[in-house]
């Protein structure tokens, strides 16, 4: 029973199926037609009849009926077969539905155009469930956790606005866009920028709180910038014949503290391109009145666009100026982009501050200088005038002033020892002097008389008596002298400018000149007299240097000279001189010693009888002796003090 029922059912389904795949053909065969009918009502081509032999593809069949017939006909790339029917005194709209139902052809029309393709059959496709997104949010710690492998970026927006409450939105353009990831518990802003960065599409988030997925624009591509965030940035390719050699540049921007900055990346770029493509980046108008040549490679992240255009054109013969809001760039000799500016300075002297611009950079620029204001007139190249004027700026400082005390002590000792015998004759002597506390005693000739008889009462020996006018003078005596001389004389110098003290004295010696004139009888001879000055000084050279910390590096010379004796001839005086040099470094307000200077004088003079006053005890008595000794030691104490 059961095979017999079988084999009714096969039997049914062969009758059955031809019938329901006739009525699928000519159903759809009449919707090609209705296609055709209603286009025909603005397309006079398609009733118009065609009488065409072609041997060979569709390809070149429906291309000739689209020729004769002045249609739009679009055929798929797929249908290559030949077609052999021969078709006359028939309409277009016919030879279509006719090559649609033969050949199992579609027709598409979309506004006058008839796009031909294979026909498909119609699939019942089964539904299956959507792929659950591994997506978690933690609202505690706003953290964003993902697990994503090949999918939907819809879904994946949908489920994470779902989740966070935050409004994710993808654009038509990402719609099919397939994305993987693994993220663990990140901060929701880092785990959308990282999803990005992974899926090579960008993530902007708007003003009012919106998260937007974006494709990368034309010739933008993903990067680690210098704060190792990721970024968007532009890559410029050259094009033409020298590009292999040109290489390609990157130029891009971003806002860093609300003010957008440029970043560069170019090896043997062309200085224009740079320009032209950093002027469009942060959209500033630019003006180029000169060809402007050369290459460069560059480097360089988050500069402003003028420092930019510095770097560019540093040691080239071009320049930018900006009025109004344009940057005029060209050669640095144009006069439209000559500038002028007047630089006063405030701390500094204009004649030391002209000679301490380097020499190249002065070249091109002409520097007027108004002594009465203190004020430099730069005129050149704006580029250069900048240059100019921030080393001027910052050589234009206070420039410290040092007082300098000097204290200057000098201690005198001088002992002086006289001895010896004086005798004469002369009028009017009395008897008297001192004898303590040293002895310079005078004896008239009472007194000698006096004397001789008192010798002469002991020893029994007359001897005799001297003339009335006789007087003798004895005379032992020693005297010493400590002297303090003290001087504190204050001095101010710049910084690195030498102050000088010099006290002293000045004497004159005499030069005596003989010049001779010989004549015919007798020979004249003239006496000229010149007076020579000499002097004798306490000099001080002190240079201060002012370093860190308030230190004082000081420059120290000091020479001392005096005269040791004054001469009665008229010939020049003997000098001592003492030399000192030495450098040291000192706190501000703090005092120095400098001792050590030390002069040592000796003097021995005698008078007295020839011949006796040289032999041994009876020159005591035949003459006299002054012997002197002198001792000079000079202190020098420094203070230096910064006045601001």
């Given amino acids: 029973m059961y095979k017999k029922l079988t084999g009714w059912l096969f039997v049914l389904l062969l009758f059955v199926c031809p019938f329901s795949i006739m009525a699928q053909q000519t159903s759809r065969v009449k919707i090609i037609q209705k296609k055709m009918d209603s286009l025909a009502r603005t397309i006079p081509g398609l009733n118009q009849k065609v009488s065409l032999q072609v041997n060979g593809s569709i390809q070149q069949y429906l291309l000739g009926i689209s020729s004769s017939n002045n249609l739009s006909i679009s055929v798929d790339p797929k249908l290559t077969f030949p077609i052999n029917d021969n078709l006359n005194d028939v309409t277009a ?3 279509l539905v006719f090559l649609a139902q033969k050949y199992n052809l579609d027709i598409t029309v979309v506004g006058a155009i008839i796009y031909i393709t294979p026909y498909q059959e119609p699939v019942q496709f089964t539904k299956y469930a959507p792929k659950e997104i591994n997506a978690t ?6 953290t964003l956790s993902l697990t994503l492998d090949n999918d939907s970026l819809t879904s994946v927006a ?6 966070s409450g935050k409004n994710v939105m993808v654009p038509n353009a990402l719609l099919g ?21 992974t899926n090579e599409i960008k993530m902007v988030r708007t003003s009012d709180g919106y998260y937007l997925f974006q494709p990368l624009g034309e010739n933008e591509e993903l990067y680690v910038n210098g704060d190792n965030s990721t970024a968007v940035r532009r890559v410029f390719k050259s094009s033409g ?20 900055v440029i970043s560069a990346d170019a090896a043997n770029g062309q200085i224009i391109n740079l320009v032209k493509q950093a002027s469009q ?29 510095k770097l560019l054109f540093k040691g080239t013969d071009y320049t930018f100026q900006s009025e109004n809001g344009i940057y005029l760039i060209g050669d640095k000799k144009l006069e439209g982009l000559r500038t002028f500016k007047a630089v006063h300075l405030q701390n500094r002297s204009i004649d030391t501050i002209v000679a301490m611009i380097p020499a190249d950079w002065k070249r091109g620029v002409e520097i007027k200088e108004f002594r009465e204001q203190n004020t430099l007139l730069l005129s050149g190249s704006s580029a250069q005038i900048r240059e100019i004027e921030s080393v001027i700026r910052q050589l234009d400082e206070l420039v410290p002033v040092i007082l300098i005390e000097v204290t200057m002590i000098d201690f005198h000792k001088t002992r002086t020892i006289s001895t010896g015998i004086t005798a004469g004759v002369s009028d009017s002597v009395k008897t008297g002097g001192t004898v303590l506390p040293g002895i310079n005693f005078t004896v008239s000739a009472s007194g000698v008389n006096s004397f001789l008889t008192s010798i002469s009462k002991f020893t029994s020996i007359n001897l005799g008596h001297v003339v009335p006018n006789f007087y003798v003078s004895l005379q ?7 002297a303090e001389i003290r001087s504190v004389p204050k001095l101010t110098a710049l910084n690195g400018h030498t102050a000088t003290l010099s006290i002293g004295s000045k004497l004159y010696y005499k030069n005596t000149t003989q010049n001779l004139y010989p004549s015919a009888s007798s020979t004249s001879s003239v006496f000229s007299n010149t007076y020579t000055p000499v002097e004798a000084n306490l000099s001080v050279d002190i240079k201060p240097i002012v370093s860190g910390d308030d230190d004082v590096t000081l420059g120290i010379k000091v020479n001392i000279s005096d005269f040791t004796s004054i001469p009665t001839d008229g010939s020049p005086p003997p000098q001592s001189i003492s030399k000192f040099e030495s450098s040291l470094r000192v706190h501000s307000e703090d005092t120095i010693l400098l001792g050590g200077i030390e002069r040592t004088e000796n003097d021995l003079s005698s008078n007295g009888t020839p011949i006796l006053s040289r032999i041994p005890i009876l020159k005591w008595i035949f003459s006299s002796r002054t012997k002197t000794s002198s001792k000079v030691v000079s202190v ?3 203070k230096p003090t910064i006045l601001r």
Avoid at 292 to 299: A, Q
Wanted: hydrophobic letters at 40%; a neutral charge.
């Fill in 93 to 95: 709209s016919n030879i």
């Fill in 137 to 142: 949010y933690n609202r505690a710690d706003n």
């Fill in 158 to 163: 949908r489920k994470i606005t779902r989740i």
């Fill in 177 to 197: 866009k397939k994305v993987s990831g693994f993220i663990a518990a990140a901060p929701f802003e880092t785990a959308m920028d990282k999803l990005a960065y």
């Fill in 241 to 260: 014949p020298s590009a292999a050699a040109t290489g390609s540049t990157g130029v891009f921007s971003r806002v860093v503290n609300g003010q957008k």
């Fill in 281 to 309: 980046e942060l959209n500033y108008n630019y003006s180029i009145y000169s060809d402007i040549k050369g290459t460069i490679d560059i480097h360089v992240n988050d500069i402003s666009y003028e420092e930019f255009l």
């Fill in 476 to 482: 032992a005596a020693e005297a010493n002298n400590n």
């Fill in 636 to 638: 020098l104490f420094i």
